[in-house]
């Protein structure tokens, strides 16, 4: 059964640094392509960043471009996002997503303008 566990989140003021984890069990994790999204209050999911199984290649969100940076390990089956200079406009539950249609349940990310 696959499961997949975020965390890292929390409240920060704007301008400030938070970094998430996505950890996954249940699957060989470093096959496949993996993401994060995100929903605001009363908006709906929306594609954040994706990479490869390899690392290799990655892409976002013209509106985190330049400030977040998704990376993974494969040998601790985990994958990140590295949120920089973060907004209040960034304030959303971060989900993590593998294909097949599993997510995680989401970390709350509040930034305080």
């Known amino acids: 059964q696959v499961q997949l566990v975020e965390s890292g989140g929390g409240l920060v003021q704007a301008g400030g640094s938070l970094r998430l984890s996505c950890a996954a069990s249940?699957?060989?994790?470093?096959?496949?392509?993996m993401g994060w999204f995100r929903q605001a209050p009363g908006k709906e999911r929306e594609f954040v960043a994706a990479?490869?199984?390899?690392?290799?290649?990655?892409d976002y969100a013209d509106s985190v471009k330049g400030r977040f940076t998704i990376s993974r390990d494969n040998a601790k089956n985990t994958m990140y996002l590295q949120m920089n200079s973060l907004k209040p406009e960034d304030t959303a539950v971060y989900y993590c997503?593998?294909?097949?249609?599993?997510w995680g349940q989401g970390t709350q990310v509040t930034v305080s303008s």
């Open positions: 990479i490869s199984w390899s690392g290799s290649n990655t």
């Open positions: 997503h593998l294909p097949g249609d599993y």
């Open positions: 249940g699957r060989t994790f470093s096959s496949y392509a």
